[in-house]
């Protein structure tokens, strides 16, 4: 089983429609990313929470809203979908330190029509 | 706003030879530096991380760091055609420590 664990994997959508992402981690990390990936401008975050009490905006929060249930839960949510949030997303985990990356879930596909 | 940039390529190397990918960064408070490949539609992986003045060696892979040109490389060597994938340069530093990405490089190596 994977470590970080995204649902669903594939999603296709209407403009309008609420629709919600969800990962779990099994590493332990305190931290915990929201990512996603369009074609040519690379990953950009979205948002971040170091703990469960501590949630951050990230670079393109915007139409997006995120939700840190427990440790390991971390779920993103668009309210109203539109399809320029057509992307691959990721959720990611790390732990503090310089030497300590992270490490990404398998990613989400969302299409919104 | 603190960048990471990377040639987007395709770079195409011939199978067995070096392959080298370049990246440099804005910020000069940077403080670890990291390598990830990521294939078509999968997660990033990570290869290495580097975070001192030098060369730092992993099987195939070397990651080469320099703070003051603020400049990290990744060279290949023996390249694989299952080496073909995107690469991706991410930065770690800022009051957060949070990973800035690259936008990456595609290697193609030709059998």
């Known amino acids: 089983d994977a470590d970080v664990t995204q649902t669903p994997r594939n999603r296709i959508t209407k403009t309008g429609k609420r629709i919600m992402l969800e990962c779990s981690q099994t590493k332990g990390h305190d931290r915990m990313y929201w990512y996603r990936q369009d074609p040519g401008l690379g990953l950009r975050l979205i948002y971040y929470?170091?703990?469960?009490?501590?949630?951050n905006k990230g670079e393109i929060s915007d139409g997006y809203s995120v939700s840190r249930q427990a440790q390991a839960k971390f779920s993103l949510s668009l309210e109203s979908a539109i399809p320029n949030q057509t992307a691959l997303y990721f959720c990611a985990t790390s732990a503090p330190g310089l030497e300590n990356t992270i490490y990404f879930g398998e990613g989400s596909w969302l299409t919104v029509v | 706003q603190k960048e990471v940039e990377q040639n987007s390529g395709p770079l195409s190397v011939p199978e067995g030879a070096i392959a080298s990918l370049n990246c440099t960064y804005s910020?000069?408070?940077?403080?670890?530096f990291f390598w990830y490949r990521q294939y078509s539609g999968k997660s990033p992986e990570l290869i290495m991380f580097?975070?001192?003045?030098g060369d730092k060696e992993d099987g195939r892979f070397t990651a080469q760091l320099n703070k003051a040109s603020q400049y990290v490389s990744l060279l290949i060597r023996d390249s694989q055609p299952s080496d073909s994938a995107t690469y991706l340069c991410?930065?770690?530093?800022?009051?957060?420590?949070?990973?800035?990405f690259g936008k990456g490089t595609k290697l193609s190596v030709k059998p």
């Open positions: 929470s170091f703990d469960v009490k501590d949630i």
């Open positions: 580097i975070y001192s003045n």
């Open positions: 991410a930065v770690k530093g800022g009051s957060q420590g949070n990973l800035i």
């Open positions: 910020d000069r408070g940077s403080q670890s």
